[in-house]
Every structure is written in structure tokens, then in C-alpha cells.
């Protein structure tokens, strides 16, 4: 088992930037590729990014590349999601998940998944 908790959301107007933080705990998060999710109000859960073990390989959605980085400190148990010139579009609560198989955009292969943090941005 692992627990995963999210931090960092909040209200921030277009064009500011958020860096949310998913803190683990129980089995070695080394053992996971990890990866965030968002669900806008009205919708389903979609892919934002994700890491492989090690954290050499990562992959976006294309509605963030080149807006969001994650990242991730295998020694604090940490995983990271920086998100610059946020839009409206990008409201949603946030959520991180861990998956035992390896690194995957599809939200039915993690195993593992925090409760989410809402982040809001205003025009």
C-alpha cells in the first residue's frame, strides 16, 4: 500500500503558476511510476502527466506541454507538478496516482490515488 497526499492548489489568476506537491508514504516510491490526473467539474478524469521510476522519462498532455514540468525526489517521497501560465481552462482538482506497472496515461492502470487539490484560476 502506499497513501498519497496532494498540496499546493489554490486560486491564482491566468498566467500565474502553481507547484503542487504529492507527498508518499508506505512502500518505496521508487517502485512507482507516478502520474496527475484533473477533473473538471462536469467531466471526466484526464491525463496531465507523468514520470517513470527513476524520473528520466515523462510525458504531457498536449494541452500542458510546455506549461507544466513533473518532476519527482525519490528521497522525500515526492512528486511535483509545476504549472506556469495557467489559464482557466486548466481549473480542476488535481490529483496524483501511483502505478506499480510502469509509467501510462491511462487513469484504469494506477493503483494508487490521492484525494486531489483544487485548483482554481480566474481570467
Known amino acids: 500500500q502506499v497513501q498519497l497526499v496532494e498540496s499546493g492548489g489554490g486560486l491564482v489568476q491566468a498566467g500565474g503558476s502553481l507547484r503542487l506537491s504529492c507527498a508518499a508514504s508506505g512502500r518505496t516510491f521508487s517502485s512507482y511510476a507516478m502520474g496527475w490526473f484533473r477533473q473538471a467539474p462536469g467531466k471526466e478524469h484526464e491525463f496531465v502527466a507523468n514520470?517513470?521510476?527513476?524520473?528520466?522519462?515523462?510525458s504531457y498532455a498536449d494541452a500542458v506541454k510546455g506549461r507544466f514540468t513533473i518532476s519527482r525526489d525519490n528521497a522525500k517521497n515526492t512528486v511535483y507538478l509545476q504549472m506556469n501560465s495557467l489559464k482557466p481552462e486548466d481549473t480542476a482538482v488535481y490529483y496524483c496516482a501511483a502505478n506499480v506497472y510502469g509509467i501510462a496515461k491511462t487513469r484504469e492502470t494506477y493503483n494508487y490515488w490521492g484525494r486531489g487539490t483544487q485548483v482554481t484560476v480566474s481570467s
Open positions: 514520470i517513470n521510476r527513476s524520473g528520466g522519462t515523462t
